[in-house]
């Protein structure tokens, strides 16, 4: 037996007991939304010698639509503390970091402002604080299976609390509604 669909012209097959027949293909959300919408970007923070307190990495989602923070990496080279929050303030000021996109076939750009060694903005709700040791990257949010979801405007940066001669990272994420 068959289902026919009358627009296109697509038959879709069912057994005895009227259950369609199909394959499946599992994939994170992440890697569908980059393959097939051309939407996701990696903000890329490259290392520089950081103060006590310095908001290493900031990044505004400036889209109407959210943006999900897949990951955040980093490295330091002094043992510290992360602090990964929200922002009070939305206006930044640092290094101006542009978003690239993870699909090279793909021509979508990243709406967003991000910043490294920002300056411009208060620490708000913590999200995560975690120990960093010296020398040893560190991957946060993607093994613990949870993403921050940022709307318009919403924001997220990454605090380190100890002065340090060398640190860097990344953010990952992509935009989906």
């Known amino acids: 037996m068959f289902i026919e669909s009358p627009s296109k012209g697509y038959r879709q097959e069912v057994n005895s007991e009227n259950r369609a027949l199909t394959d499946c293909v599992t994939e994170s959300k992440f890697l569908h939304y980059n393959s097939h919408e051309g939407n996701a970007f990696v903000w890329d923070f490259p290392g520089y010698d950081y103060d006590a307190g310095d908001t290493l990495m900031f990044l505004r989602n400036d889209s109407d639509t959210e943006l999900h923070i897949h990951h955040i990496y980093l490295y330091s080279d002094t043992d510290t503390k992360v602090q990964i929050h929200t922002p009070v303030s939305t ?87």
């Open 91 to 177: 206006t930044a000021t640092g290094t101006a970091v542009t978003g690239v996109n993870l699909n090279l076939k793909s021509g979508n750009v990243a709406e967003s402002t991000a910043k490294q060694d920002e300056t411009g903005n208060t620490q708000g709700v913590i999200l995560h604080s975690e120990y960093l040791p010296a020398n040893t990257p560190e991957t946060f949010f993607k093994e613990d299976g949870y993403e921050v979801i940022l709307g318009k405007n919403d924001c997220i940066a990454v605090d380190l609390v100890t002065a340090g001669t060398m640190a860097y990272g990344h953010i990952v994420g992509y935009f989906h509604e």
